[in-house]
């Protein structure tokens, strides 16, 4: 028979068949790219077996044709057992569990896993898969998904465009400061927090600009959606861990508040502000008294935009009242900040400083491209820029001091990366993919809402998170990722002094309300590397379960596995 007659045999039989493109995802990961591969092998021979088939059946003046005899060897298939577990991990499992049955906790939800990253073997499990809260344990899939995504030597670029001719010295339109996420603008990096605008400054006055005719703008405009993350408690946004998460940052996103006693009695408190003069919307109806105030001296302010009122009495010649309070713009703060620096530098600017936050009124975002002779002169044109520190010094930042807006701008930058939406819910979904496709965990283990866990919708398992440890301990990143996390016995992790887990056991904590974590890594007494991960939702006190925790770092550092297997 004809290969023609075949293939229209193959059509009369099968009328429904049809052919259409599959759409590739946008970004194929290494696994799907697997599968498609496979896919497009087994198509072929799919196709071939079917002719074959059709060409039997169809021999013959399409007379049946006999099957066959199957011969089918005979084969015992035995499973290897399983070693029976040693002694010593028997005995371990013992005490964790009577750690995690302490009374105290007894209506604690408990995740637990240890397992050996040398011998592969599960030390310890308890409810491995339950789906709980993390709190800031989340930021051990931001970090691993950053590492993936970004890479540990990812820098952040700040630019200063001029929107306007320049002419005789005189900048006949605005000077925009861009950003795109750089959360270290601070003093943290610098000698002081106003460095790199110093440095704009002088790339400013070297391009001959001696007076701006317009404002200085701040634009945020290349991250999207709100800069206050889903679910976050209102009674936490005055507080520093809670601060606005902008594209255009600058000294964290905190102002400090520094109340000084007046030195006439009955006189309200003097209230400077670092920076230096930042307007803060502030009713003072504070007291001076020269005796024990009643009552004491309190601020307050119902949300990061609203009015502060200080109230009560301060002594005189009492100590001085510190508070640090989050900015209500960061665009407009970081731009002010600028504008001091220009205007002490000699540098006029005409107009008070603005922001823009909508991407539609934004002169910069959406270009590719900035070289000269590219684009029209009525277009704004680089002056200055300024690169960051590498991105695993913050992730350092992130870990060892559980630095939310850090956590919360990386995974932002993750989100306008790797799916196009610089937002909370674009970086959710670029550490989900991570997570699901890259490290291989159960799409019902694990939810992200944002970078930092302060969310309490977010939710994974210590089943998925040293899963996560498990895949970057076989990537290249490993040692970048282990260097992020605090060490016990030291400053950031001040825990488990006087046991071999101090400057040994190195983990992640986590504290929100109800909910308390420890994942990390620890090395037994032989040597032997662990990775763990502790989680506990439902808890009256965080207090006694983080005792735990540290029993169980403890102890897991003082394992050894030398005992005889039990017959």
Known sequence: MAL??????????FPKIRFTKVPLPKIPNSQALLQLAGAKAVFPSLITVLVLSLWTTGARNDEPVPPLPVVVAETTVRPVPTPPPSRDVLRLREDLSALLDTPALRNAEWSVLVVSLDEKDTLFARDENRFLAPASNMKIATTAAALHFLGPEFRYQTFVFADGPIENGVLRGDLILYGTGDPGISDRFYRDGTEVFESFSKQIADAGITRIEGAVVGDATYFSGPELGPEWDPRDLNEWFAASVSALSFNENIVTLQILPSARLGFPPRIETIPFGFP????????????????????????????????????????????????????????RAL?????????????????????????????????????????PSLLAH?????????????????????????????????????????????????????????????????GSGLSESNRTSAGALVGLLQHVAISDNWD?????????????????????????????????????????????????????????????STGPAKRVEDRIGARLADFSRNGAPIS
């Open 339 to 379: 504008r001091e620096v220009l205007i002490s530098n000699g540098i006029a600017v005409r107009a008070p400083e603005r922001a823009v936050h909508d991407a539609a009124e934004s002169k910069i975002t959406g270009r590719e491209s900035w070289a000269p002779h590219l684009i029209d002169g009525d277009e």
């Open 480 to 540: 970048s990722f282990v260097s992020t996390l605090p060490e016990a016995g030291r400053r950031d992790l001040r825990r488990m002094y006087g046991t071999r887990a101090a400057r040994n056991l190195r983990a992640k904590t986590g504290t929100i309300d109800g909910v308390s974590a420890l994942t990390g890594i620890v090395t037994t007494r032989d040597g032997e590397t662990l990775l763990f991960s502790i989680l506990s939702n439902e808890l009256r």
């Open 4 to 13: 023609a007659s075949v293939w229209r045999c193959v059509m009369s039989r």
């Open 280 to 335: 803060l919307d502030v009713s003072n109806q504070a007291e001076t008294v020269s005796g024990r105030p009643r009552p004491n001296l309190w601020l307050d302010r119902v949300e990061p935009t609203a009015r502060i009122r200080v109230d009560g009495e301060i002594r005189q010649g009492g100590s001085d009242i510190w508070r640090r309070l989050t900015v209500p713009d960061p665009a407009v703060f970081a731009a």
């Open 386 to 450: 300024h690169t960051s520190p590498e991105l695993l010094q913050y992730l350092t930042v992130l870990n060892h001091e559980s630095h939310n807006l850090f956590a919360e701008s990386i995974i932002k930058t993750m989100g306008k990366i790797v799916t196009g939406e610089g937002s909370f819910e674009g970086g959710a979904r670029a550490v989900q993919v991570f997570a699901t496709s890259e490290a291989g965990i159960e799409e019902d283990q694990i939810m992200a809402v944002d």
